[in-house]
Structures are given as structure tokens and as C-alpha cells.
């Protein structure tokens, strides 16, 4: 009972991960249609990454599903899968953020194409040197990944980097005289995004069973702190002077947002 327990709670807040980023894209894609033209490249990037990270989660909560029945066979298949989104995960923020500083979209799309490659490397790394004998225990099985120095590598190039370079804008941000409106929100979801990028990524790479549902309750905050950021509460705006979030309205260099 216990075991079922744990393993339940697990599921459970992997779905709830995976609800609240499809009900986030949707109203991000509504709005599209009154965003200007120019600024739909960046909104497209920001949903394409939380819908990566909700296939994260929904593939999880099968495998997770998949042990617990002692099918270890789809286990590991759907814990491979679920490594695909993982390893792209920072394609669409390099993207958001190059064009939020810079507004070009060849540029942007060239700079991320470089994340993308590095991407494919560790899978590739990864499909070579994971342990297909994982550690079942009651929460879920602990996949081990043996891939000697390539796992840093790719911690280093795809992670690391793209959370300077969202600290970097957060930072020019607060530096720079932007209307309250913009400067929440692009401060609030670059935050929410950046913190959800961190979290993802002990979650994935941790072996600590008691970590695994902490991180995701952490995860799950960072989704709804990224909505209230697009969509905030009436005090917020009151106390802001806001009326109305946009990403941005027409971004032509450095920060013209």
C-alpha cells in the first residue's frame, strides 16, 4: 500500500505538470492573434518550450506507470523518450532570448540551431552509455547514465549558458527605463523559466528518490508563476499600473521591447 502510495503521488503530480503547461499554451495561443506581427516568433518559441516540458512529464508519469506494473521493457523505451524533448529543451529559450534582445529571427534561429546539435550529441552519448538495468524502487526506477565526461558537457553547454544568458537579460532589464508592464513581464517569466530549466534538469540527472516529487511540486510553481506573469492578479496589476501583458510589441535590437 505504501508503495502503490508513493508511486500514485509521483504519477499524480507529473499529470498535474503536464495539465498545467497544455492549459498555459492554449491561453498563450489564444492571445496570438493579438500580438503584432512581430512579436508571434517569440510567443511560438515560448510555447513550443513548456510544451516540451509537459511530454517531459506525461512520458514520465508512463514510465513511472510502466514500472509499477513491472514492464521494464516499456519502462526504459518510455524513459528514452522522454530524454528527446529533455535534450532540446533549451532550443526554443535560446531562441526567445536572442530574439528579445536583438528581434531577428535568422539570428535567433541560427544561434538555438547550435543548442540543437549539442542536443543530438547527448542523445546520441546517452543511447550508448545508459544502464539498462535501473535501480525499481518505490517511487519509480533510477536510470543511471554512464557517459563518462559527455553528461557534464551537455549540462554545461545546454544549460548553463542559456540560464546566463536569461540572467544577463533580467539583469539589462532592471538596468534599463521599460514600462512596468513589459518589465514584469518578461522579468516574471524569464525567472519562472529559468528556475523550471534548473529543476527539470537535477530532476532528470538525480539519483536521490526523495528529490524526484519535491522538484516537480517546485516545477509545477514555476508553471503557475509563469501564468501570472502573462496573466496577472488584479492587486498585481493595481500595484503596478498595469493593464494589459505583452511579450513584446516591436522588437528591433538590444532589448527594444
Given amino acids: 500500500m505504501k508503495i502503490f502510495s508513493l508511486t500514485f503521488f509521483n504519477i ?8 498545467a503547461v497544455i492549459g498555459f499554451s ?9 500580438q503584432s506581427k512581430n512579436s508571434n516568433p517569440a510567443l511560438v518559441a515560448f510555447i513550443i518550450f513548456w510544451l516540451q516540458v509537459g511530454l517531459i512529464y506525461l512520458t514520465t508519469s508512463l514510465h513511472m506507470i510502466a514500472n509499477y506494473t513491472n514492464w521494464h521493457s516499456m519502462d526504459l523505451l518510455l524513459y528514452k523518450v522522454s530524454l528527446v524533448p529533455f535534450a532540446f529543451l533549451t532550443v526554443p529559450v535560446v531562441f526567445f532570448v536572442i530574439y528579445i534582445m536583438i528581434g531577428n529571427k535568422l539570428a535567433s534561429g541560427s544561434f538555438s540551431a547550435i543548442f540543437f546539435l549539442v542536443g543530438g550529441f547527448y542523445l546520441n552519448i546517452f543511447n550508448n552509455n545508459v544502464t539498462n538495468i535501473p535501480a525499481h524502487t518505490e517511487w519509480a526506477s533510477i536510470f543511471i547514465q554512464e557517459g563518462g565526461i559527455a553528461p557534464y558537457v551537455y549540462i554545461f553547454g545546454i544549460f ?3 540560464t546566463a544568458m536569461i540572467l544577463g537579460v533580467m539583469f539589462l532589464l532592471l538596468i534599463r527605463k521599460l514600462p512596468k508592464r513589459r518589465k514584469y513581464n518578461i522579468t516574471t517569466s524569464l525567472l519562472a523559466t529559468s528556475f523550471v530549466i534548473d529543476c527539470i534538469l ?3 540527472f538525480t539519483t536521490s528518490i ?8 517546485f516545477i509545477l510553481t514555476g508553471i503557475v508563476l509563469c501564468y501570472l506573469a502573462y496573466f496577472p492578479p488584479l492587486a ?3 500595484r503596478l499600473g498595469i493593464n494589459e501583458i505583452e511579450i513584446e510589441e516591436s522588437p528591433t535590437s538590444k532589448l527594444d521591447i
Fill in 26 to 34: 492554449w491561453e498563450l495561443y489564444t492571445r496570438r492573434m493579438d
Fill in 210 to 217: 526523495s528529490m524526484h516529487a519535491g522538484l516537480r511540486i
Fill in 236 to 238: 498585481v496589476k493595481d
Fill in 202 to 204: 537535477v530532476d532528470m
Fill in 160 to 162: 548553463v549558458i542559456p
Fill in 12 to 19: 499524480i503530480i507529473c499529470l498535474c505538470i503536464t495539465m
